[in-house]
Every structure is written in structure tokens, then in C-alpha cells.
């Protein structure tokens, strides 16, 4: 993230508006993913799971995507579901909307179907394909959108490759050389990124890492940064990992996102992962990346995350009984902190 991203994100914050917006689009998908969160029963809480939800189609979805970015003019949207190709008619609508409109877009797929070649031509979006490990692995657990079929379905794009480590990539040695190894090869991967799985309270599934297993993956990633340099692994998102938030409330993505529901109507808490996740064990890459930078201490002794959430406060209040006086404050708080 950039400074001016986090000034911008800053000033959304102090006017009472989430920076960042996250839209199932979609109930559907055809993966059944092992340990996938979002078919989780308690996902969506009270809302009841994401299949028995209401969601839309055409002109219709496209027109209430559109609504929820005037209303919550968000800096960036992640566009997620079940899996939004699923809706690949409305997207070609909608992205190049988007992207008219200012908004950066993260587009995160499994691939199971071809990314229409034009889309790498839209300014500002960002397609992340997930794939969980080496081909026999991701096969079995992603199947349709195996290997073969993601290779088929890049072509002509540049996107970020997104693993989340589970503890069954762990028992063997030089998974993860291997897994950089193929992916760093080909032309379409701009990125890899690596998230380490993230379980519900009480869980017990076989993806999860034990603390052990967590610092046996990071020591082996930061061990082969210098030979891949398309992973994007910065120390601030290690640190992340290794110290994640322990709760929502200490969780500035969480605070800073907000994830809409299939029908475009509710609101998933208290992050993307819904339900009650567990944070002390949280692998998210953006929670990650954004408690680090959370940490840092301006002056040497202020933490950034203390102005974001004293932020969020003023933010709240003053989007009831000020609506228009933020962006003036947000001015004087940089001015006084002399970060402008
Ligand atoms: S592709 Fe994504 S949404 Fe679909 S089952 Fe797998 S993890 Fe879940
Ligand atoms: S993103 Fe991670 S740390 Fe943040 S609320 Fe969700 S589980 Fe907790």
C-alpha cells in the first residue's frame, strides 16, 4: 500500500465511509472446496447459509453493484462470492464501469472459466486466482478449475497466483519451491501470494497449522524470497503473520472493510471470513499487511493504528452530525502531524 492510499483511505475513514468494499456477488459456484469459509454454516450468522440466500442476475445486479458504490464510494471493491465468473456476463458490464468510475477492482476467481481476453485491458483491475498447492493437491481439492483449466483460462492476462497454506502442504519438503517454481515460470503471473489458512473458533480441520507448522511456512518463504521474485512476502506482512490482531476490534482490515452480502443487502461480520473467526490465528494477507503498518510508530512513539481507530470513532460520529466538515479535519490532522 502506498502513502497516498493510506491518506486517501484516511480521509474515507474520517468522513464516516469504509475505504474499501468487499461484494459476494454470487451465491453460486461450482467448486466444493474442503474447508471453504464461505459455505460454512455460520457465515452469514442469522442470514442463514450463502446457498438458501437470495441473489441476482443482469441488469439487476449490475444496477445494485452500481447503487452500493454511489452509496458507499469506496476507494477499492473486491469482487468475491461463491465464484463471481459465475456472473462473467454482468462483470463485462460492470468492470469497465468500475473502472470509469475511479475504483480500483480485485477480482478473485478460482479460474474455472476462461477470463474474456479484453478484461486486461480494463485500467485498474486486478484478477487473483486462488490456487491451493501443487497440481495433484489443487486438483483434487478444486476440481473444476484444475491446473489445466486455470492455464487455459490466463492466457493473455497478468494476475496474482493466491495459495493459502494449509497444514497437508506442510509434510513434505520443497512444496513450496515447487509451487513457486511452476507458477513463477509463466508469463500470465505477475504475483504470488500466500495467505496461511484461517479457522473459525473451535475448528478442528485438517487445514489448520499448528503454531509450529506457521513459523516452519514463514521461515521457509522468507528462505526463498531472494530466488522468486514474483512472491510478494514484504517483512510488514511476515511480521503480520507472525503477530496477528487478536480480536475484530484490534483488526484494522476488518474495521476498514465492508463485506456485502449475495443478496446486496446484508453485511457479513466481522470480516470477510463471517461467523466467529479466529483471529489469534488469522492468515489473511490484507489483515496481515494492515496490522503491521498499524504497529508502526509515528514519531517514534505514536502506533498508526491508534489515529485509524480514533479515526473510525470520529468518522462514525461525524458521519451522523457532520456530515461535511471530515474532509477539513482529516486536512488538520495531517497539517498537525505534518505528513502531507
Ligand atoms: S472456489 Fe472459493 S467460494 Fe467456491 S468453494 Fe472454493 S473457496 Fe469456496
Ligand atoms: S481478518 Fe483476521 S484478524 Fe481480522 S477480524 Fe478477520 S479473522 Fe480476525
Redesign the pocket.
Known sequence: MKKIDIIRAWGRILSGHPPMLSIEITRE?????P?????EPEHLGQLGPLRSLADYKGQQLIDGVIALVRRYRPLHISI????PMVRFRELDILLPRLSKMGIEVQL???A?RQIPPHWAQIKDLHIVV?I?GLQPDHDV??TP?TYDRILKSIVGHSITVHC?VTRQMTARPKYFEEFLSFWSSKPEVNKIWFSLFTPQVGDELDEILSPQDRAAVLEELARLRPQFPKMYLPNVVMEGYRRPPQSPAECIFARTTLTITADLNGTITPCQFGGNPDCTQCGCIASAGLKAIGDFRLLGFLPVKSIFFASDRIGKTAARMLKNSAWLLANLVLLSLDLS
Do not use: E, I, M, Q
Open positions: 459456484c461450482p467448486l466444493r472446496c474447508g471453504c469459509y464461505a459455505y468475491v462470492g461463491g465464484d478473485v476467481t478460482s474455472f486462488s491451493d481439492r478444486r478449475a493459502t
